[in-house]
């Protein structure tokens, strides 16, 4: 996370650990610049910059970075949607970790119905009344 988060929103203990990682690995100092880039893609929404993205990604020649480029590639539609369009599936991805992380703590302990219970929100049941049963 300190590749990824804006410098200024770094505290000073961050700030000093980041530095002393740069300093201590000569592929810190590029991650953290491409880190950078890549969020700036998402952030101004160009298109353009996330090609140029991947060919300075490309260029370092880390393996890693190469696959992950390859997988932006091989799935291009799905990256431009993502930079360009205003949408995000963040909160239905929230709420199915949230799911998968109450069903992990109740594995094995408990039935569906308090599974239900826990994880659907506290709707009072609602009364209606048949026309030939009002008052």
Not at 5 to 19: A, F, I, V
Not at 65 to 89: H, Q
């Amino acid at each position: 996370m300190l590749l990824a988060r804006r410098p200024e929103k770094l505290n000073p203990d961050e700030q000093q650990l980041l530095k002393k990682l740069k300093e201590c690995c000569l592929e810190i100092p590029i991650l953290y610049k491409l880190t950078q880039g890549f969020a700036a893609v998402f952030r101004n929404k160009t298109i353009e910059n996330l090609h140029t993205w991947i060919d300075d990604a490309r260029r370092t020649d880390l393996p890693e970075l190469e696959r992950f480029c390859d997988g932006l590639l091989r799935d291009m539609k799905a990256v431009t949607a993502a930079v360009i369009l205003p949408w995000s599936n963040g909160q239905v991805e929230g709420q199915i970790h949230r799911l998968k992380l109450v069903k992990r703590q109740m594995y094995g302990r408990a039935e569906f119905n308090l599974l239900r219970r826990r994880v659907l929100p506290y709707v009072p049941a609602t009364v209606t009344l048949s026309p030939k049963h009002a008052p």
